[in-house]
């Protein structure tokens, strides 16, 4: 074991930029960051920072939440004549359902026909639903 000398000769390596006989720049070119004394490597965070998409504009925007659309056809189907129609109902009957733990806005379109007569109440009604609802005696409130 005393005998064992490693196959290569370890040598020094040589230290550049130190003054002595290597010229100005010392074997390091001329101007750059590889030139410059100091660290050459990125910060590790510098990476994740990067990572990350940059938001514009000043705080943050807000989108609206689009209202639970509701055809007349479908209240036709599931509703008798002269009921009450809310959000909390619609819930009920499955007909619209809960956006992040919240009762949605619903809005009924008049798409489709109705005989029936309806009751509404907290709902956005559009110019078509609310004129076939009043010619069938219903109310919009």
Same mark, same amino acid.
């Given at each position: ?32 960051? =590889?030139?410059?004394? %100091?660290? $050459?490597?990125? +910060?590790? !965070?510098?990476?994740?920072? @990067? ?5 514009? #504009? ?19 189907? =599931?509703?008798?004549? %002269?009921? $009450?129609?809310? +959000?909390? !109902?619609?819930?009920?009957? @499955? ?5 992040? #733990? ?25 110019? $078509?639903?609310?004129?076939? !609802? ?8």
């Amino acid at each position: 074991m005393h005998q064992i000398q490693p196959k290569r000769i370890l040598k020094s390596r040589k230290r550049i930029g130190r003054g002595g006989k290597k010229g100005t720049y010392s074997g390091r070119g001329m101007k750059g960051q =590889k030139s410059r004394a %100091g660290g $050459k490597k990125q +910060p590790i !965070i510098r990476e994740l920072i @990067k990572r990350y998409p940059k938001l514009r #504009g000043y705080r943050l925007r807000f989108t609206k939440r689009k209202p639970f659309i509701v055809n007349l056809n479908v209240l036709e189907s =599931k509703f008798d004549s %002269g009921s $009450k129609i809310n +959000p909390e !109902i619609l819930l009920g009957k @499955k007909i619209v359902h809960r956006i992040k #733990g919240r009762v949605p806005k619903v809005k009924i379109l008049g798409n489709g026909e109705t005989k029936k007569s309806f009751i509404i109440e907290n709902c956005l009604v559009s110019k $078509k639903a609310k004129e076939i !609802i009043e010619k069938n005696k219903g109310s919009v409130k």
